[in-house]
Structure formats: C-alpha cells, structure tokens
C-alpha cells in the first residue's frame, strides 16, 4: 500500500489553533459563569477544612467577598450550637463511599445565620490531593414553612373538634378530637354534610342567623345542641371561619368546637348554688328577691294583685332538740315538697333558713277583696297540706304551721316593706294560738312601731334613771306597819306615768328586765339602810 504523509505549513496551523484556542476560551467563560452564577453555593474543602475556592452564590450567602473566604476554616462559618452536626457530618464522609448531606444552620458576617444543606462527596485534585467538593443550599424558608406545616398540624390536632368543608359543606376533613367529642370516625365523616351532627333542637331562624353571619363577616360563633354518632345530645361552643380565595369568593369552611357539657354542668352548679337552697332545692332569699322583684313590676303594668306568705313551722326547734337535726331536714324537705305540690305553677316557693318559708303568688284579681279571697284559700290549702303527719324515720309527726299574708300590687309597695307585712302578720298568726292564717293590716304595723318606740325609750329610761319606786306599807291586824310592798313607776319626760302593764312585759322580752330589776333592788336596799338609821323605821323589810 502507498502511504501518503500530509503536512502542514505553520502558516496553514495558526488560524486553526486560534480558533480552538477561542473555542475553549469561550468553553470556559461559560463554564466559569455557570459555576459563579448557579443558584447554590459551590465549594471545594482540604483535609483540614479550609476553604480552597469558592463560587459568588457561596460568597453571596455567607456575606463574605469571595477572596476572604480562601483559606478560612468552614468549621468558623457554622452556628455554635450545630458544631457537633457538622463534626458528625464530617466523620460520615470520611467512612462513606459516595456523597453525604446534612442540615444546620451557618453564620454570616452581619450576625445573622440561615439553615443551610450540606451536600458533599471525597474527591481528589489533579496533583493527587484529597479534596471535597461541597454544595451549599438556603433552606431557611423550607425549614420555616416545615415548622408552620408542624405547627399547623398540631394546631389542628387540638383539644378542639376540627372539621374543614368545602362551600357546599360538605366533610373533606376531620381530626381526632373531632372523633373523641362526636364518635365519628373520618371515614364515616367525610363526604357526608356536617348535618349528621345536627341536633333538631335549633329552628331554621336560628341556622338562618348563623349563614347571615358567616355571609356578612366570614365568621360565626356560639353555643348550640349537636348530636353524637350514638344519637346523645351535648352542648357545644362552635366557631366557624370562612375560607376566601384572592377573588373573595369562599371555598372552604373551618370549623372548631369544644365539648361544654362538663362547664355547663359546673355553671349550673354554680347557679344552683347561688340561687336555691341546697337542702330542699327551693328558691332562696336572693332568688325570692329578684322573683319578686318582677312580680311588682308586672303587678303594676297589669293593675293586678299578688300575694307574699311567711310560713313559719310552729315548735320546730323542739323536733330539732328532742329527735335530731337530720329528721328535722327530713321534714323541711317534705314541708317543701307539700308547699311545692299546693302551689304548682300559680307562684314561687322559696326557703328563707331554718322553719321560714315564702309562697309568692301572682297575677290575681284586680279587686283586692277577690285577691284576698284567693290568697286566703291557698293559704287554707297550705294549713291542711302540713298539717297531715309527717314520717319522720320511724318516728311519726306532726306539726303546724303559721302563716301571715300580705297583699300587693307594684306601684304601691317596696320589696322590704313587703317582706316586713308578711313577717307581722306571721307573727300576729302565732300571737293568736298558732296554726293559723292572718292577714296583714296597718294597725299591725303601727302597734310594732309604737313597741320599737317605747323600747328604745325604756333603753334611755334605764340609762336616765326615770324610774320611781312607790312603797306600799304592809300592815298587821293591830295596825302596826312590818313594811313595805314596792311598786316600780316610770315617769316619762314625754309621755308621763307610763304604766307597768305596759313597760314591763316589753323589758321581759327584751331582756331589759335585768337591769331594771337591778336598779329596783339597789335603790330599795338603799332605802333600807337610811330607814335602819331612824329607830322607829329600822324594823321594817321591803
């Protein structure tokens, strides 16, 4: 064969060489570019750590000019609390046969850091030296938005039922407390109306009230009835939140809501507590108050009358001394339930304490006879309802009771005045025998008045000294006088000769007798020591 040699001239070879010299001049720009320009860092570590090169992304995240960071330790640039990450990080590499990643958080030159990815594999440079080359990656907004996800999705495994539906209101989505509170698993719930927790105790107004809210302003709130899987009903305190896309039309419905059963339980404990009588359950005197309270203000727009009785067990205390507080409970409680029975819907009963009990009766006759009349036969009612024997334990027994009443209408009495008639009237029934029924009337009022008044006259007579003692002279047959009867006068600076009939009853009942008895004695043993002195007198006794 004929071998043919071609050769060139090296006027021929230079164009060629130029224009592969620019070609690979042109291949390097655009590589250098490619490298300076990626969207994540680049660089390259020795064994020690320290940085060889670096690209402008790499520099531009540290906010270090790319010559400073040549030869500067990486390990300088991580947060001190990840050196532990990234010494970890490092050891991975050096057992590992390929690349390795890691994640933790790198500090730039103002201060400040960002969560940064690793990603880096074992290499060798071309003189043979073992090298990494390393990716650096921003994660910051990854890492936030993983931690708003987390938040967000222990937020919506609250304590709080959770379910999400679309416009229509359809289930697309529950939690787990949805299923504690409602017993529906979200298989059974979704695709299904949030209907099937309707209770059926709220009317179309009430569901036509919340949609208008939730049209209006985006959101509802309140308290409703819902119905469990098992058909129970419980209360609930639900809120829901409408979902807008950026044209303002709604797409989704959240709701949230909280079992209240165990609040409302303790609320009306609370009530109970503060407005009945823990032993009978009746209205107490704060509940009574405000009870009667309405019942003036009714009276007086109706021009109706209404009717207020004291009860008052008689001789109670004997049953409390003689078999025991727990049977006289036994019989309050049954005292409550014949009052509550005799009464029925026509008015309040309520427990003052101890054996006193109310009856307000409402919205009878405008006639204040008729109201009388019909106050009066409740009242007879309420005398033969507990006057029946009461079964105490074994014990049967049987008590009476004493009831005032008083009438009235709105614009014509005040609450205390009100409950001061019944009261005197309660106490003129007992005044009269017990066992029985009167009514209030002015005189009464105007007798305890004038008690009040010369009681407090007899406080000041004491003090004052206004007392006089009159003696009368006891005599024998033959005439000669042993002594003295001593009667006791008070002579009222107002008032005058104020009889004893009068005065020393109200001093018994009051206890004023003690002190006055103490000045009798004083003043009558004084009298005593002066006749001692006069030998005709010294014989006489008081």
Known sequence: ATTEIYTLSLHDALPILRRTQLEVDALRDRYFDLYDLAPVGYCTLDEQGLILEANLTAAKLLGIARAKLIDRPISRLI???????????RKQLRDADGAEGCELRMNKSDGTWFWAHLQAIAANEENGAPVLRMVLNDVTARRRLDDELRIAATAFES???IF????????LRTNQAFTAITDYTAQEAVGKTSRILSSGRHDAAFYADMWRSLTSIGMWQGELWNRRKGGELFPEWLTITAVKDSAGLTTHYVASFTDITVRKTAAEQISRLAFLDPLTGLPNRRLLMDRLAQALTAGARHRRQGALMFIDLDHFKTLNDTLGHYLGDQMLEQVASRLTTCIGDAGTVARLGGDEFVVMLEDLSESAQDAANQAETVGEKIQAALNLPYQLGNHEYHCTPSIGITLFRGDLVTIDE????ADLAMYKAKAAGRNSVRFFDPAMESAVMERAALE?????AIEEQQFELHYQAQVLGDGRVTG?????????????MVSPAEFIPLAEETGLILPVGHWVLHSACSQLAIWATQPEMAHLTV
């Open 456 to 460: 407090r006259d007899l406080r000041q």
């Open 159 to 161: 304590q709080e039922g």
């Open 164 to 171: 999400i539906t679309d416009s229509a209101g359809v289930i």
């Open 79 to 89: 947060h001190k609390d990840d050196q532990d990450v990234y010494y970890l990080f």
């Open 418 to 421: 009100l409950m001061k008639q």
């Open 484 to 496: 003295a009867e001593v009667l006791i006068r008070w002579q009222h600076p107002q008032r005058g």
